[in-house]
């Protein structure tokens, strides 16, 4: 079925190349926010790894499995993107529009208020290797070997970095009982474009 | 005991309880919303895709300029152009806890206030000249205690503190703003971490690289010069982004607008089905009639409401300063009073600052709200009769989310049933609750006690640190990130190797 749709798009055909963009947009977009934080230059390397996938197409072998392929692609683009290395900032298109349009901050504020401040903090102090293994593994849904790709380190290591991750976790959430710091510690994470 | 291996599953070296797995899928699904949508990436790829993925040699050429003109003007897609100020502000302010409408203070950068002014212009919701309050907020087991003061659009400062039992002091956490400084800290076990930072590195003829001990309080126009400066900014950028985008490029702004038309349209339709529930009080103001106004004769209506207000304000502290009417309620006469403020603020403001003006809460109605509401949580909203929250008439208002989820693909929000509790008079929220999808309380804020147009302190608004706190002066350089990890807050790495 995957098969039939690349060739389709191999030839051209949007509508097919529009339903692998669908199919794989969580993976690529999720796999672009764990690998660099400012939101819109993840989606900026997503959109520009879409057009890679696009452009090279053709060079593809069908039969082939498409997701490790669309990684890489992602991969390289966040590096590209992270070598450039710029401050992090916020849109002004979606902070103001957001801001303009509707004042209000409804979900923004609920969806931050479920933040589970615990884990957040025990996060927070693990290595930021082991954060992006974990982030990753439980946010992006990579296999090993994929986190592996993605981050250019053996697949040992990443078995090794996820356990030392969860180990630390599991221990600190049993033993660190950590007072909540609820009022500026939320992500810019407002339930909005 | 789960085990993983390279699928992530059957490592006998690795383990994680399903509990932990589940609680991390949660928090990451949660820390990283909203996600980009599947139907916004496809608008902004399909516009640049060109007939046929074997690239022409035209194609490739284009390609080349593309990545050439990227590399020298940025993405035209994503203009940056938020100061620090802004985008640490926004960061921290925007998501907060104790921030939880638009109720709150605003964000202070320099582009969040013009954000905030311009909205805050368009509405007609009674002005505020100030306001204290005390509440609580409890998410889980936590419950902490929030504290607030604000006078006018640039003097607040708010606390959020956590005690064990006993009431000791387990930290606090607040931000403050006086004009163009600015403090974020926080204190921990003991251990006090101070952010400071000086907004008007802003303004015109700064060229961003001051900190902010080197800026003493600006003048009373400082702010009004730093909107003027943001606002031609922002259009230069806007103008350049169009540039960019060119003809055939789908930009994220028009699509972002284009999407959130579909949440208004959505939103109306909503409203329009669950009209014969909203139950307005008779001292609301003509919700029915605004509802059915075009925008542009509700813009026309606002003004004249506004216009008249004013005049009736002058007015009325004209007519009252010599007597007290009789039979006059406590809620009455309050509000009289605060007109004949606002009056004499009125007659000043030309020559005061902006900081100190009055402010308006938000959304101008009941159905400014439902509208705002049902947008984002995408459900229909319902006034579901009036309650007495700490000594306020508030409008209580319940809100389940659509099963089938947004229009506008974000899928279904990650939470149940919200419950807010809207001031009648102000439209400020006093209380609301959040449940779970499966219909748990998750979180809820209510305000404990609450005084408007209350005389503060200056000094309340200027925070001072404490001996042996370590004070981080924040510059144009210093990510949002790294004020979050000063502060211990904990919001990880950029992702790419930087700490």
């Known amino acids: 079925m995957e098969d039939e749709l690349i060739q389709r798009a191999q030839a051209g055909d949007h509508a097919a190349f529009r339903v692998l963009v669908d199919r794989y947009a969580v993976l690529t977009s999720r796999t672009a926010r764990v690998l660099l934080a400012d939101r819109a230059a993840a989606e900026d390397a997503v959109q520009d790894a879409w057009l890679d996938a696009w452009r090279n197409l053709h060079r593809f072998q069908a039969g082939r499995p498409l997701r490790p392929w669309l990684l890489t692609l992602v991969s390289n683009r966040c590096r590209m993107a992270a070598r450039r290395r710029l401050p992090p900032s916020v849109t002004l298109d979606g902070a103001a529009e957001d801001q303009l349009v509707d004042p209000a901050d409804v979900a923004g504020e609920v969806v931050s208020a479920s933040l589970d401040v615990e884990l957040a903090t025990a996060l927070s102090k693990l290595p930021s290797e082991q954060q992006r293994v974990v982030e990753l593994r439980f946010f992006a849904d990579l296999e090993l070997a994929e986190i592996a790709t993605v981050t250019g380190a053996q697949l040992g290591t990443v078995k090794s970095r996820l356990h030392r991750a969860l180990a630390n976790l599991q221990a600190r959430l049993l033993q660190d009982q950590t007072p909540a710091l609820a009022t500026l510690q939320r992500e810019e994470s407002a339930w909005q474009h | ?499």
């Open chain 2, 1 to 499: 005991m789960a085990t993983l291996n390279e699928q992530g599953r059957t490592d006998p070296s690795v383990p994680v309880t399903p509990e932990l797995e589940q609680r991390l899928h949660d928090h990451f699904r949660v820390a990283h919303n909203p996600e980009a949508a599947p139907d916004l990436l496809w608008q902004r790829l399909a516009p640049q895709l060109g007939g046929s993925p074997s690239p022409t040699l035209g194609q490739r050429g284009q390609h080349g300029v593309r990545l050439l003109f990227r590399g020298l003007a940025g993405t035209p897609s994503r203009r940056r152009i938020l100061g620090m100020s802004a985008a640490a502000v926004l960061a921290l302010a925007i998501g907060g806890a104790t921030f939880p409408l638009w109720d709150r203070p605003a964000p202070a950068g320099a582009e969040a206030q013009a954000i905030v002014a311009k909205a805050e212009s368009v509405s007609t919701a009674p002005l505020v000249p100030s306001y204290h309050l005390r509440a609580v907020t409890s998410q889980g087991k936590q419950s902490e205690s929030v504290e607030e003061w604000r006078v006018g659009k640039g003097r607040w400062r708010t606390e959020t503190t956590l005690r064990d039992p006993s009431g000791a002091l387990l930290s606090l956490v607040g931000t403050a703003q006086n004009g163009v400084r600015q403090w974020a800290f926080s204190t921990v076990k003991g251990q006090t971490h101070v952010a400071v930072w000086d907004l008007s590195a802003e303004l015109p003829g700064n060229d961003g690289s001051s900190s902010a001990s080197a800026g003493a309080e600006k003048s009373p126009d400082a702010n009004q010069l730093q909107l003027a400066n943001q606002q031609k900014r922002q259009a230069e950028a806007a103008m350049l982004a169009k540039q960019q985008a060119g003809a055939t490029a789908s930009s994220s702004v028009s699509s972002a607008v284009a999407s959130k038309q579909a949440l208004m349209d959505d939103a109306k339709k909503r409203l329009a089905a669950a009209g014969a529930s909203v139950q307005q009080d008779a001292s609301a103001s003509s919700v029915g009639a605004l509802g059915a106004m075009s925008p542009q004769d509700r813009r026309l209506a606002d003004e004249k409401q506004r216009l008249a207000a004013a005049g009736s304000a002058r007015q009325d502290a004209a007519t009252s300063e010599s007597a007290t009417p009789a039979g006059m309620s406590p809620q009455d006469q309050q509000l009289l009073d605060q007109k004949k403020r606002l009056a004499a603020a009125g007659s000043a403001s030309s020559a005061g600052s902006t900081a100190s003006q009055p402010f308006a809460f938000g959304p101008d109605s009941l159905v400014g709200f439902m509208k705002a509401v049902s947008m984002k949580l995408c459900g229909t909203p319902q006034q579901q009769g009036s309650e007495t929250i700490a000594g306020r008439d508030a409008y209580k208002i319940v809100i389940v989310p659509d099963a089938n989820g947004c229009p506008d693909g974000r899928g279904a929000p990650p939470v149940g049933r919200t419950i807010f509790w809207l001031d009648k008079q102000t439209y400020m929220q006093l209380k609301w609750e959040q449940y779970a999808p499966e219909g748990t309380l998750q979180a809820r804020y209510e305000v404990t006690s609450l005084q408007y147009d209350v005389p503060i302190p200056d000094s309340t608004f200027t925070y001072t640190p404490p001996p042996g706190a370590t004070v981080l002066t924040v510059t144009p350089q210093t990510g949002k990130q790294d004020i979050a990890a000063f502060l211990n807050l904990g919001t990880g790495t950029d992702g790419m190797g930087k700490p």
